[in-house]
């Protein structure tokens, strides 16, 4: 019997050729639903509007400031806990950087309730069409304020979960293209989205050279998470595909179409943890970018550093083990 992800896989494709027989499966795909929060360190969070001077002059955008600016992914929000257990965190441990948290929520959720019918189909046209309105209107949006001159591209970092690796990545690239080379200083991809884009979904992948420096966190290998190196360093956490503690969450989605989503989900949770403490990788040598075709180093003899702190200088494939529960009280 071919493996429970190749059988996805090949539904999803069957999926995305008959996607022509209605018109949407989510509640929107206009860029205007996209919203984008400024969150400060001491306040309530307040919404930038792309193209609107009056809404950045009257939040408290920190100007020429780092901006790190954090994506869901498919059928998420910016409420989502873990995400806000991040902002939090760089907002506690990180003085004078702008966190701002895109909300795409309307473009990515099933407009009726959750079932295999309905997220897949609604996953496909993700995939197909609002990874590219999504990527787009994030980099008008940091072009903009580029324009309004209070950031350098050099000083955006873009973190996405998921699917929102991938807009991430899209957006990198709608920079490049637009802004004749420029490039965003880093793209993070936590455990970004497998199905319909690997090894490659007609370019909207992730990749090295989306950014000055792409890095990826890979906890779900294969499964809901892709299974290639594609960032200019890749972590592998735990061995990458099940995650301590996530027996029962990895199947309990399964009703509405998502195996393996508390492992896929693990990655902004070691992520978020790398905010309050230093964990360490070893480097591992890869065949072909197969991340399952590895070989790690148990000698271990040049660490670095995973997450927040990750040298801009890592070159290759590492691995991090015996990582349990991340210190995040504040949603474990």
């Known amino acids: 019997m071919p493996p429970r992800n190749h059988l996805l896989s090949k539904f999803l494709v069957l999926l995305s050729i008959s996607h022509q027989m209605v018109d949407s499966f989510l509640v929107s795909a206009n860029p205007e639903d996209i919203k984008f929060f400024l969150f400060p360190r001491a306040g309530n969070k307040t919404e930038i509007v792309c193209n609107n001077s009056t809404t950045l002059k009257n939040s408290s955008y920190l100007w020429g400031h780092p901006t790190v600016i954090i994506v869901h992914g498919y059928t998420d929000s910016n ?32 407009p009726i309730i959750p079932t295999p019918l309905t997220t897949l189909p609604g996953y496909v046209e993700v995939v197909l069409k609002i990874v590219d309105i999504v990527g787009e209107r994030i980099a008008c949006f940091i072009i903009w304020l580029n324009n309004e001159m209070v950031l350098e591209f050099n000083d955006v970092h873009i973190i996405g979960h998921s699917i929102g690796a991938h807009v991430a990545g899209e957006t990198g690239k709608r920079v490049q293209y637009l802004m004749d080379g420029e490039k965003i200083g880093r793209l993070t991809g936590l455990d970004p989205a497998g199905p319909l884009f690997f090894p490659s979904a007609h370019g909207k992948s992730l990749a090295r050279g989306d950014g000055h420096f792409v890095d990826v966190i890979h906890t779900n290998i294969g499964i809901l998470g892709g299974k290639w190196a594609i960032g200019d360093a890749d972590f592998i956490v735990n061995g990458g595909t099940f995650q301590p503690k996530c027996e029962i969450g990895d199947v309990i989605f399964l009703p509405i179409g998502f195996p393996g989503a508390c492992s896929h989900m693990f990655a902004n949770r070691i992520y978020t943890a790398t905010l309050y403490k230093n964990f360490m990788a070893c480097s591992c040598q890869v065949i072909g970018n197969l991340l399952k075709d590895r070989y790690c180093d148990p000698r271990c003899n040049n660490p670095v550093l995973v997450g927040a702190d990750v040298s801009p200088w890592a070159r290759g494939v590492f691995h991090i083990a015996g990582v349990q529960n991340p210190p995040l009280p504040q949603v474990l």
Not at 80 to 109: C, E, F, G, H, Q
């Open 79 to 110: 409420d989502d806990p873990l995400l806000t257990a991040m902002k939090d965190a760089y907002l506690a441990t990180r003085p004078y950087i702008n966190v701002i948290m895109v909300d795409w929520s309307k473009l990515s959720t099933p």
